[in-house]
């Protein structure tokens, strides 16, 4: 029961923190780790045991899947070849690097040394989203980096899996070809098993017209992928990525416009909840770790900043050839700057820690495993330097490297592509009138609507909801015409004109328009 309490405390701690936090411009995420670090430093505070399965079942799936909401496919699609070499051959170098250095500064044994290395070697969706959320990155720089952190969980996994196998003496003859063939098994089985469950989830939404059911649904699906994926024996991870990445284009598609309002909010509010507590919780829990440690083994702080920097170089060695590779284009930035940031992008969070966390207490012999409280102390100091070193100071990087995205710039594409769903909302209101399709006194108040919207004069009209044939004729066509310039939206994000993030503000726009119809 005190451990509830304590969560409790956490998420109240949390809205106070995050409210700061959005006050000094410092990411939320780096702001609760040192609430907790704070709260695990009071005497008297109760641990919290964080169990592996608690947060890979609980915490991960829906925060999996926001991230890879916001993640499009188009982005996806453009940045796929250098999201590959990354999610594979950065992960294994960074495995290999971490173990060299471990194995040379700590007493950590061989095979301990490479359980750690498989731990950290990946860069974690979770922080990397919830820091990068705020940061005007360019876009496919934003979708590079998240990307990378989307798909190199089968990767780690496999190398975590091989690694404990020989650590706890259960590894057989082979046991690194035999990673080769779980790896296309775990990433192969859980991109299949994530695209059949979206289908299935689509064909459902599709039938639903109850705003409720369909939250339920929604809130239901990555749970629902995660499990069917840890099932069939893949990765499960790789499964929620791929489900959110299909399902969110289809997003238009399968909702109304109520739905997805309160679609946002929900998943908003289950986010924030989350990410409040599993980001205090691992600050929470290094001090818990650390008094576990025995008296001699003193030196883990300068271990474990050796660890961190060997993990930060071996990215930057990775990251600066694959983006200079990239195919260059009119106007692209010097390659430097953007592998700056996205080498500094890449925080770890709470799916290393989980992974940590579910290290065998014994090997197959029925001994403590060696080492095992040494490498928990390590991997969560890493993650702790990862989230407030980096996190603290990822904005001013981006903004000093000169990549940022200026805000002129995206008040400009916002701006323009208002202008050009309002002129195709316009064109479609004069092919109306060309055709008699409607009566002309309402095409013109619409006509009138529009022109003022295209001058930023927002004009609600009040006559809309007065219960007459005329009003509701009115509204209809409204709704009619809100689906022209919503296909007019979809259209331009395909193209590529316009980004996510402007895609998303005014569909919201859009949406909020056409819900304020139906509340009429």
């Keep these: 029961m005190r451990s509830v309490e304590v969560i409790l405390a956490l998420v109240a701690v949390a809205t106070v923190v995050a409210a700061f936090a959005e006050r000094l411009r410092v990411p939320a995420p780096s702001m609760l780790v040192l609430a907790g670090l704070a709260a695990g430093l009071v005497p008297g505070v109760p641990r919290v045991q964080v169990t592996p399965e608690i947060v890979s079942l609980v915490v991960l799936p829906p925060l999996l899947y926001a991230a890879g909401q916001e993640l499009s496919l188009r982005d996806l699609r453009a940045v796929w070849r250098p999201v590959a070499v990354l999610a594979t051959g950065l992960v294994l170098a960074s495995a290999a690097a971490v173990a060299v250095v471990a194995r040379a500064v700590t007493p950590l044994p061989v095979s301990m040394a490479f359980v750690l290395g498989a731990v950290l070697a990946s860069t974690d969706p979770v922080a990397v ?79 639903i017209t109850d705003p409720v059911l369909e939250t339920v649904v929604a809130l239901v699906t990555p749970y629902a992928a995660y499990v069917l994926a840890e099932t069939l024996g893949v990765s499960g991870v790789t499964s929620v990525v791929v489900a959110s990445v299909i399902l969110s284009s289809r997003t238009g598609r399968l909702t109304t416009a109520q739905t997805r309002l309160q679609l946002h909010s929900v998943y908003q509010t289950v986010v924030f909840l989350l990410e409040s507590v599993v980001f205090a919780l691992i600050g929470l829990e290094l001090p818990a770790l650390i008094s576990d440690l025995r008296n001699g083994e003193t030196g883990w702080p300068a271990q474990a900043l050796a660890v961190a920097a060997t993990l930060i170089a071996v990215r930057a060695l990775w990251v600066l050839p694959v983006l200079a590779l990239r195919r260059r284009q009119p106007g692209r930035r010097r390659p430097w700057r953007e592998a700056a940031v996205a080498t500094w992008a890449g925080a770890r ?50 903004r000093g490297t000169g990549i940022a995205r200026p805000a002129a710039a995206a008040r400009h594409e916002t701006v323009l592509a208002r202008l050009r769903i309002t002129e195709a909302g316009l064109s479609w209101l004069e092919q109306l009138a060309a055709d008699a399709a409607a009566p002309d006194d309402t095409i013109d108040r619409l006509r009138r609507n529009l022109q003022a919207r295209s001058r930023a004069l927002e004009d609600d009209d009040s006559s809309a909801t007065d219960g007459s044939d005329t009003a509701r004729a009115y509204t209809e066509l409204r709704r009619s015409l809100l689906g022209a310039q919503r296909d007019e939206l979809t259209r331009l994000h395909a193209d590529g004109a316009i980004g996510d993030t402007t895609h998303r503000r005014l569909q919201r726009q859009l949406d909020l328009e056409e819900t304020s119809l139906s509340d009429g």
């Design 129 to 207: 989203t919830a820091l990068g959320r705020r940061l005007p990155l360019p876009a496919r720089l934003q979708a590079l980096v998240q990307a990378e952190s989307l798909f190199n969980d089968a990767t780690s996994l496999v190398l975590f899996q091989v690694a404990v196998s020989f650590a706890a003496g259960t590894a057989g003859p082979g046991g690194w070809a035999r990673g080769i063939g779980q790896f296309a098994l775990l990433a192969g089985g859980g991109a299949a098993a994530g695209a059949v469950l979206a289908a299935g989830v689509a064909l459902v939404r599709r039938r």
């Design 349 to 398: 969070g709470v799916v290393p820690l989980a992974a940590a966390l579910s290290i065998p207490l014994k090997t197959s012999s029925g001994a403590p495993m060696p080492g095992r409280d040494l490498v928990l102390v390590l991997a969560a100091a890493v993650i702790v330097l990862s989230l407030l070193a980096q996190g603290l100071t990822l904005e001013p990087l981006v």
